[in-house]
């Protein structure tokens, strides 16, 4: 596609249900990156994939929080059990590997937990 | 880990003018510097990076200096438009990897260019 798309644009949901959160990256962009932005921040990294392997979920806040990317091109994040405070927009991101590269962001899910 | 701090967080100018935004890292292993505009509703965009090994890159009308004896980089925008109004943001990438998409981003500055 032109750029990074995420669905849904806006998913509200109830406490404790689980969600998933869609990315389809630029076609050919072996990396993908999660991010998680809360109002008037800068966004958080959570996690990064380079191909099908997560090759590093250190931001990954807790458990409940698991991305996924099985063929190597779009990645599904899925949050259990959701609780208030995980309402944020949540970015992804993706790009060539290699030194001289740019990330392409999506325009974001905005999850809100009620 | 890197800490990367952004000031101001909000910016005030006349259309014409120029906007400083300016930011410090912690890590100095850092070796990727790229600023971004959000505008509202949207992913952010990339506008200018720089890289540890020079001291300034211009575009146009932006311009990104490195200083990284200090450890602060900053954006530099001229001639401002109404349309450069957003929020910017700076970031650094950890512990100098070649991996250019895991960030540590700066708390963000809401520009505004007056008419």
């Known amino acids: 596609g032109a750029g990074v798309s995420q669905t849904p644009s806006n998913k509200v949901t109830e406490k404790g249900k689980y969600v998933e959160l869609r990315c389809d990256p630029i076609?050919?962009?072996?990396?993908l990156y999660w991010y998680r932005q809360s109002l008037g921040q800068g966004p958080e990294f959570l996690i990064y994939?380079?191909?099908?392997?997560?090759?590093?979920d250190s931001g990954l806040p807790n458990d409940r929080f698991f991305a996924v990317r099985p063929e190597g091109s779009v990645s599904t994040l899925k949050i259990q059990r959701t609780e208030r405070g995980d309402s944020a927009v949540y970015l992804c991101?993706?790009?060539?590997?290699?030194?001289?590269?740019?990330?392409?962001f999506g325009q974001g899910t905005r999850l809100t937990v009620v | 880990g890197e800490n990367v701090e952004q000031h101001p967080s909000t910016l005030s100018v006349q259309e014409g003018d120029s906007a400083v935004i300016k930011c410090t890292y912690s890590?100095?292993?850092?070796?990727?510097f790229p600023w971004y505009k959000q505008e509202l509703g949207k992913g952010p965009q990339l506008i200018i990076d720089?890289?540890?090994?020079?001291g300034e890159k211009k575009d146009q009308r932006i311009a990104v200096t490195l200083n990284k004896t200090a450890k602060h980089f900053s954006l530099h925008i001229t001639e401002t438009q109404p349309e450069d109004s957003a929020v910017y943001f700076c970031?650094?990438?950890?512990?100098?990897?070649?991996?250019?998409?895991?960030?540590?981003f700066g708390q963000g500055t809401t520009l505004q260019v007056k008419p």
């Open positions: 991101a993706s790009s060539l590997i290699g030194r001289d590269t740019e990330a392409f």
């Open positions: 076609s050919g962009h072996t990396a």
């Open positions: 994939f380079q191909g099908t392997g997560a090759a590093d």
């Open positions: 890590d100095s292993a850092s070796n990727y």
């Open positions: 720089i890289r540890s090994n020079v």
């Open positions: 970031a650094a990438s950890p512990h100098g990897s070649s991996n250019t998409g895991k960030l540590i």
